[in-house]
């Protein structure tokens, strides 16, 4: 296991944290050693060639060419690995992230919406039901647009920057975004998929180890990219109820108010960096 994680470690991957995340390391991991033997037996092939076929030893062409079958034999080898890696592997394990989810009622649904340079997350809250969001109703305050009168958004929770969710349940996200295209990736979780403005794009995943991991856009979406970062907590369940109640009695100290604006500054950002442009 150790050797098969030393490719990952190069590469620079954290270490996972998501339940389906070990599969993605194999076939990571294989992959590069298969590219890693395939780099050296076609080096060692082409000085082979380079030296066995020199002009001195063959100074007029020979239009019969090859004779022996090895290199088809070679060929048609690699043609199959990487079929079966394909076919047999990625496949299956892509149609399992963007087929199979988990069913809603046991799942920990957030709707996630990037924007120029941070991301929104916004939750069903008790009633399990997402309030009305509307363009109009937009302001820094209310950065999703919360409809103030639709009742079943009263006790939504809205936060900038950080996610809470715990461990051993599968978290569905919706995602999309204000602005540009921006990417969520959650590097420990193995996953990452594109905010597009005007889709809902669904993702999940199911995080296996509680601790604090980092939230980056994946995508370059203007000069204040760099800062577009965000943190995924992963609670003990009792730690998250803690969390939720937390954030349910801020939102319910405003409930005639627009929701809560986020405790942390608008750009997320680490020191006095100038405001980001864009
Ligand atoms: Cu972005």
Request: aromatic share 10%; glycine share 10%; net charge negative.
């Amino acid at each position: 296991m150790n050797s098969l994680a030393f490719i990952n470690e190069l590469l620079g991957q954290p270490p996972n944290a998501a339940e389906h995340g070990y599969q993605i390391d194999h076939i990571l991991e294989f992959s590069h050693w298969f590219m890693g033997a395939l780099l050296l037996g076609w080096s060692a092939f082409f000085i082979f060639v380079l030296i066995r076929f020199r002009k001195r030893r063959h100074p007029g062409a020979d239009h019969a060419g090859v004779r022996s079958g090895i290199s088809t034999h070679l060929e048609f080898s690699v043609v199959l690995i990487e079929t079966v890696l394909l076919l047999g592997f990625a496949l299956p394990l892509w149609a399992k992230r963007v087929n199979e989810f988990p069913p809603a009622g046991d799942a920990i649904l957030v709707r996630t919406v990037g924007q120029q340079f941070n991301w929104n997350f916004h939750l069903p809250g008790p009633d399990g039901q997402f309030g009305r969001r509307d363009i109009r109703f937009v302001t820094n305050s209310n950065p999703l647009g919360l409809d103030p009168d639709d009742p079943a958004g009263k006790d939504d929770i809205v936060t900038l920057g950080e996610l809470h969710v715990p461990v051993d349940r599968p978290v569905i996200i919706e995602l999309s975004s204000k602005d540009v295209i921006h990417n969520f990736c959650l590097p420990h979780m193995r996953i990452a998929g594109d905010a597009i403005p005007g889709s809902l794009i669904p993702m999940w995943f199911r995080p296996i180890k509680t601790g604090t991991y980092e939230v980056v856009c994946g995508q370059l979406c203007g000069l204040g990219h760099y800062g577009m970062k965000g943190t995924l907590v992963v609670d003990t369940p009792a730690d998250y109820q803690a969390w939720l109640k937390e954030r349910a009695e801020l939102a319910g100290g405003a409930q005639n108010a627009p929701p809560p604006a986020a405790p942390k500054t608008q750009e997320n950002q680490p020191g006095p960096s100038p405001s980001p442009g864009g």
